[in-house]
């Protein structure tokens, strides 16, 4: 429908002042006490009743009252939804007139269907939340709900009450938002020991609210194996998902009570008009917003920048690869309404359009309408913010880069071009820090093992704080080891008993030192290879300490005798790797040059070691690469004593190549500067091996064997998230 252009702005004004002007018209205070006390209370006010009984102690009120508020603040976003959907043609006579002949009296239908879905909305919502569960929240709850403090108390909550899987639940879900909190991973650790715990418990309450990201995750992992037609599905789903998480967004901010802006409230000098034209530009200002919102993780303060036009970029070369060249032709058309001169898209777009050939419908093929619409709607918003920023002294950031200059009123266009520029800048110098390692690590010191020599520097590795270390085991040692493996080893160990959990070609099986210990206990192993396992860990330990000048202690926090075997008859045309290209502590975009620190990365680690049993096999080599995945700058080949140690980080992208004979037998080891990250696994071993009368070294404090209470913390200071869960990440 085109609308009248002297009229534009007033009538999108008019259209979002139906919120502001009703959503103060609450439902009558008179009404029944009976009804009133039916309705959807304030969650707020469930909090504070419910924080108040924690710290009182009355620790069943206090789990009732909390997770009452954690369902209230659902009730009232799904209430918000179910009204803006109930009112959508509410007044729409009045609104058709707006294009009739009588367009003339265009201010008197405005008002007439301003009116008509306004009282809709009011009795919506009256139908079913209390007066004052219709007010807005604090900024303080709005803090509270975002980082998840509910699940704080919770945690604490439930363990009181002896509900053990409620309260690993509950821990698990604020960690997630939470990832340097130590005190509660240290408790998610516990909780995974305690009787009655079982593995479902350890599922995000509130993945509901990060399908998008699931699917974005997955769609990177599918890209990393090469399985483009996985790949394809996911991006597809997380695109729509994206969109119907920003939609939802934007229901919330039209239906929500809105605020006047501080500067525009009821002290101020401007009329009714400049405070409804600034509460209309601020709920434009809220709709805009959302794509921040919904590309910012759990947990993280920055949003992922050009979030879904990176996601389009992604499909269309997922598309292209899985031969669906028509479905590329699309996608990057609708990536070329967000930069439509982008060299490289017009370059992609062409080389598709050579690969068709005569087919002239695919060539011809448009961008996807829900595209065109986003991107057409997003445009006429922010063109009626620019105005409001240049003629009403309003505050406004755009949320998105890619905004075209003919947007920016010419009195604004300097200062645009100045932040961009800043941003520009920002994003240059990211790049060019790229290679600097903060691990605190400084490779280059001495190696305390007689007979252990560098083979391998960081200058002949062509990277920083690599080494490759040889003699560090004897032929007869690791005889001893492949010998235990081959008794013990369980196939899919540390991945839920996958037994191909990175490639179908080849088979993995895993050895614990603690299942070792338990094994060699009931007379399955020797006693001496459990033993040598465990101090095989150590002994990697004091070498890479001492060579990588550490400054603070070093703790193993996981030692993992891992084997991989080639599937006999299963080998010819293999083109993937037996470990894709990854990053210990983070998770990799080779595109973007960005590693995450979030699951299913292993964030605590900070340095990483392999160490080799046998060479008997074909490929299997270690590798680094490039940030970008695009150029390989060292190999390590395999064999018996040789340890590779290396930081954890981002400066040190690594896989396997294929195993494509054989079996590669390898004691994998991780390692983290933080005492309260060490294996819990490798003290209950040594707490066997104690009670069984065998001396222990272990210098190392006890921990507690209580649940940590704390209920409050201050914002995380960083910005990166990552919990212990998942698969092992075995090289």
């Known amino acids: 429908m085109a609308l009248r252009s002297d009229c534009l702005t007033v009538y999108v004004a008019f259209h979002f002042v139906i919120v502001a002007i ?13 009804k009133v006390s039916s309705l959807l209370q304030p969650y707020d006010f469930l909090y504070y009743s419910g924080v108040r009984a924690y710290f009182g102690k009355e620790w069943g009120k206090a789990a009732e009252l909390l997770e009452k508020s954690i369902a209230a603040k659902e009730s009232l976003f799904r209430i918000r939804r179910e009204c803006h959907d109930e009112c959508v043609a509410a007044g729409k006579e009045a609104f058709d007139k707006l294009d009739s002949d009588n367009g003339n009296l265009w201010d008197v239908w405005a008002l007439d269907w301003i009116q008509q879905k306004a009282e809709c909305l009011k009795f919506c919502m009256g139908r079913s939340v209390t007066h004052l569960g219709q007010l807005p929240v604090s900024t303080d709850i709005e803090y509270e709900f975002s980082s998840r403090n509910p699940y704080n108390f919770l945690q604490v909550t439930y363990y009181k009450l002896q509900k053990l899987q409620k309260a690993a639940s509950a821990a698990h879900t604020y960690f997630v938002a939470n990832p340097n909190h130590l005190e509660m991973r240290n408790n998610i650790e516990k909780y995974r020991r305690m009787k009655g715990v079982t593995e479902d418990a350890f599922q995000d309450r509130e993945v509901e609210h990060e399908k998008h990201w699931v699917l974005y995750d997955s769609a990177l992992q599918h890209e990393a194996s090469s399985d483009w037609l996985k790949a394809v599905e996911k991006w597809k789903a997380c695109v729509n998902e994206t969109m119907r998480q920003i939609e939802e967004c934007r229901v919330q901010c039209e239906v929500a009570s809105q605020p006047l802006p501080e500067d525009r409230g009821e002290e101020s000098v401007d009329g009714v008009f400049e405070k409804a034209a600034a509460l209309s530009l601020s709920l434009l200002a809220c709709r805009l917003s959302c794509v921040t919102q919904v590309a910012t993780r759990p947990g993280r303060i920055s949003a992922q920048e050009d979030f879904l036009p990176l996601q389009l970029e992604h499909l269309h070369i997922a598309q292209f690869k899985g031969g669906d060249v028509r479905g590329a032709v699309q996608t990057l058309r609708s990536l070329l309404l967000f930069y439509p001169s982008d060299k490289d898209s017009l370059d992609n777009l062409q080389f598709y359009s050579e690969t068709l050939g005569g087919d ?50 010419e009195s604004l266009k300097n200062t645009w071009r100045a932040e961009k520029e800043k941003m520009y800048d920002r994003m240059q110098a990211g790049d060019e820090q790229e290679e600097v390692d903060d691990s605190g690590f400084f490779a280059g010191g001495s190696v305390p093992q007689v007979g252990v020599t560098i083979t ?41 008993g996958r037994r191909s959990p990175h490639t179908p070609h080849e088979t993995f099986e895993g050895l614990t030192v603690l299942r070792a210990v338990k094994l060699a206990q009931d007379g399955l192993v020797n006693q001496t290879d459990s033993r040598l396992l465990h101090e095989l860990g150590e002994r990697v330990r004091v ?67 392999i160490l080799y049993l046998n060479d008997n096999f074909d490929g299997g080599e270690l590798f680094f690469t490039t940030r970008d995945t695009k150029a390989v700058t060292a190999r390590v080949k395999p064999s018996c004593g040789r340890l590779v140690g290396f930081s954890s980080g981002p400066v040190n992208p690594h896989g396997v190549t294929a195993v494509t004979s054989g079996r590669r037998c390898a004691l994998a080891l991780w390692f983290s500067k933080e005492k309260l990250y060490r294996d819990m696994e490798r003290e209950e071993a040594e707490a066997i091996w104690a009670a069984d009368g065998h001396k222990v070294v272990n210098n190392d404090e006890k921990e507690e064997g209580k649940v940590t209470r704390n209920a409050r913390i201050q914002a995380p200071k960083e910005t990166s998230r990552g919990r212990v869960v998942g698969g092992r990440d075995e090289l």
């Open 456 to 496: 391998m520097d960081d200058e002949i590795l062509n990277g920083t704080n690599r080494v490759v270390l040889d003699g560090v085991m004897t032929e007869k040692e690791c005889e001893r080891i492949l010998h235990l493996a081959a008794a013990a080893a369980s196939v899919g160990d540390g991945y839920r």
């Open 360 to 409: 002239t419908e695919s060539q011809s093929t448009q961008p996807a309408q829900e595209i065109v619409t986003y991107v057409s709607r997003s445009l006429q918003e922010k063109k009626l913010l620019y105005f409001g920023m240049e003629n009403l002294d309003f505050g406004f950031i755009d949320p998105d880069l890619w905004t075209p200059e003919e947007v920016v009123p």
């Open 22 to 34: 009703f959503s103060f018209a609450f439902a009558d205070p008179s009404s029944d006490i009976h």
């Open 543 to 609: 070498l890479l300490h001492s060579y990588f000048r550490s400054p603070s202690g070093l703790y193993i926090t996981f030692t993992h005798l891992v084997c991989r075997t080639a599937v006999a008859g299963d080998q010819e045309g293999r083109v993937d790797l037996s470990h894709p290209v990854h990053v210990d502590n983070c998770l990799l975009e080779p595109e973007t040059k960005q590693c995450w620190r979030e699951p299913p990365a292993f964030t605590h680690r900070d340095l990483s070691a």
